[in-house]
């Protein structure tokens, strides 16, 4: 290998660890009587969930509590259209239990493949 090379090689390499796959929420505002409606339709939507997660799209997901009244499901992916496409064909939405869901661009600096925030490796003097 020549020196050009070898330097192309190495700058390819430090681009490669600075690609961070974006972060995606998918936000649901549920009907006031979600918790008693969506026993019919949990099954299929957890079923669509699992394989959205076994794919690598969703990191993790569910309702928030006290009240239940929204939910939330974090995708991993090059674009929204992943999130938006699971909730499309998510049954809570198509049977009403989902009045409103919105995608949102989600800056993570704390965990996940994020160097912000990471302690610095410490250096000896």
């Not at 949990?42 to 997901?61: C, K, P, S």
Request: charged share 25%; aromatic share 8%.
């Amino acid at each position: 290998m020549q020196c050009g090379q070898a330097v192309l090689c190495c700058v390819v390499n430090t681009l490669r660890e600075e690609i961070i796959v974006p972060y995606y929420a998918l936000f649901y505002d549920l009907v006031d009587d979600y918790l008693t409606r969506r026993a019919i339709y949990r099954e299929e939507h957890l079923r669509l969930a699992r394989e959205a997660h076994a794919r690598g799209e969703v990191v993790l997901g569910g309702a928030l509590a006290e009240p239940a009244d929204r939910a939330l499901l974090i995708f991993r992916g090059e674009s929204p259209a992943v999130a938006e496409a699971f909730a499309r064909t998510d049954p809570y939405v198509l049977n009403g239990l989902v009045k409103r869901w919105e995608v949102r661009p989600w800056t993570v600096v704390i965990g996940g493949d994020s160097n912000t925030g990471r302690p610095e490796s410490k250096r000896s003097s």
